[in-house]
């Protein structure tokens, strides 16, 4: 390969990559051409990206770049994959792929998460954290839920003082035989807070 294609070719993996600070290396040998179709097909659905790079050329492109120590220790040929909602979500889709019928030679080598490697157990690991969606959702319980236990417990009070006050003007419209709206008129000057 000449000089000149090669840094094309670098070039190339620097734009696909730029911005990318987690991926995964998988590995798409043995997989036929029909299952390669479908697997990007996909892929590109839930806006993740795969691209197969030849390991030399990715270790050059990606040097200096949070994704540089996922190609260290990589042999043969590898697939870069990205994108998704997050790391926690692709390693998710990729190990539900792995473990498809006739997707069986679709494994995860390794890969980069925030600058730090991956090894080949790393993609089943990162798959069994919480998603961020999940993490943002226990966040906001967690943020949210003494506000609205505060609040029930305000107007649980304010319920009951409703009743009460309703209860005594139902005793006394009993007792002397007049309509309550009467005598609702003074109470209702009286605001609870």
């Known amino acids: 390969m000449s000089k000149a294609v090669k840094e094309m070719l670098i070039k190339d993996i620097q734009t696909k990559l730029r911005g990318v600070n ?3 290396l998988v590995n798409v040998v043995g997989l036929n051409s029909e299952n390669t179709a479908k697997l990007r097909t996909d892929l ?3 806006n ?6 030849k390991n030399s050329l990715a270790r050059l492109a990606t040097k200096g770049t949070p994704l540089e120590n996922a190609f ?3 042999e043969g040929s590898l ?6 909602g997050d790391i926690v979500d692709l390693a998710k889709e990729v190990v539900r792929i792995a473990e498809t019928k006739g997707f069986e ?7 980069a998460v925030d600058g730090e490697a991956l090894g080949k157990a790393g993609a089943k690991t990162v798959s069994s954290w919480p998603s961020r969606a999940e993490i ?3 966040i906001s319980g967690q943020i949210l839920g003494p506000g609205a236990q505060l609040a029930a417990q305000l107007v649980g009070i304010g319920g009951t003082l409703a009743g009460q006050i309703k209860q005594k003007l139902e005793d006394l419209e009993k007792a ?17 807070f």
């Open 48 to 53: 993740i990206h795969l691209s197969v790079i």
């Open 79 to 84: 697939a870069v994959i990205w994108g998704g």
């Open 44 to 46: 590109r659905k839930k």
């Open 176 to 192: 002397e035989g007049e309509p309550a709206a009467e005598e609702a008129t003074p109470v209702a000057e009286y605001r609870v």
């Open 72 to 74: 260290d220790k990589t």
């Open 136 to 138: 943002l959702s226990k």
């Open 105 to 111: 030679k679709f494994t995860a080598e390794g890969g």
């Open 22 to 24: 987690d991926a995964l």
